[in-house]
T-cell receptor
Framework: AQSVTQPDIHITVSEGASLELRCNYSYGATPYLFWYVQSPGQGLQLLLKYFSGDTLVQGIKGFEAEFKRSQSSFNLRKPSVHWSDAAEYFCAVALMEYGNKLVFGAGTILRVKS | GAVVSQHPSRVICKSGTSVKIECRSLDFQATTMFWYRQFPKQSLMLMATSNEGSKATYEQGVEKDKFLINHASLTLSTLTVTSAHPEDSSFYIC????????????FGPGTRLLVL
């Protein structure tokens, strides 16, 4: 069955430090992959997506993610974290054969310390 | 572009009453909308897929008669929680797919439902 794993429930980084949030997926076909961010009590905002082509994807707010087929991973990175990046981050894979349904990971809560 | 709104943003109701939540795509036509439910400190769980002009497709374990979905136009889908009970209290989020693009879901801000 299709699944998305975010192994880190919580991550704390210092402001200005680099960040990497891990995401692994299990999916038989070529995946469409997404990273969304959610602030408390809010909906989800799309950070970036991967469909095909260049495996390093640039997103909004200075985020990027790299698709590694051999590792079934799509890790999110940011070189320098800002306090406003504190939020919950969700990785998701789209099931194209099921009408683009999204399967979400459990989420990673990012805390930024000053 | 690709803005999705939800109304209301939060609602409190008595047990046994019904609550309607609207999801609108403001600047695009959405052939497909999705309804999710999110419990505190958990991820989003897909409840149903709503296609304009046809019946919604519900995920396993979601009661069709309890969570009525109507997708009357390319910009509006509604979720009605019928005979709500405290266990229905949750955060409900909708999303919409841009017609003709198909791959990316744009999410609404969510509706917080509290059933007393």
């Amino acid at each position: 069955a299709q699944s998305v794993t975010q192994p880190d429930i919580h991550i704390t980084v210092s402001e200005g430090a680099s960040l990497e949030l891990r995401c692994n997926y299990s999916y038989g076909a070529t995946p469409y992959l997404f990273w969304y961010v959610q602030s408390p009590g809010q909906g989800l905002q799309l950070l970036l997506k991967y469909f095909s082509g260049d495996t390093l994807v640039q997103g909004i707010k200075g985020f990027e993610a790299e698709f590694k087929r051999s590792q079934s991973s799509f890790n999110l990175r940011k070189p320098s974290v800002h306090w406003s990046d504190a939020a919950e981050y969700f990785c998701a894979v789209a099931l194209m054969e099921y009408g683009n349904k999204l399967v979400f990971g459990a989420g990673t809560i990012l805390r930024v310390k000053s | 572009g690709a803005v999705v709104s939800q109304h209301p943003s939060r609602v409190i109701c008595k047990s046994g009453t019904s609550v309607k939540i609207e999801c609108r795509s403001l600047d695009f036509q959405a052939t497909t909308m999705f309804w999710y439910r999110q419990f505190p400190k958990q991820s989003l769980m897909l409840m149903a897929t709503s296609n304009e002009g046809s019946k919604a497709t519900y995920e396993q374990g979601v009661e069709k008669d309890k969570f009525l979905i109507n997708h009357a136009s390319l910009t509006l889908s509604t979720l009605t929680v019928t005979s709500a009970h405290p266990e229905d209290s949750s955060f409900y989020i909708c999303s919409a797919i841009l017609a003709g693009v198909g791959e990316t879901q744009y999410f609404g801000p969510g509706t917080r439902l509290l059933v007393l």
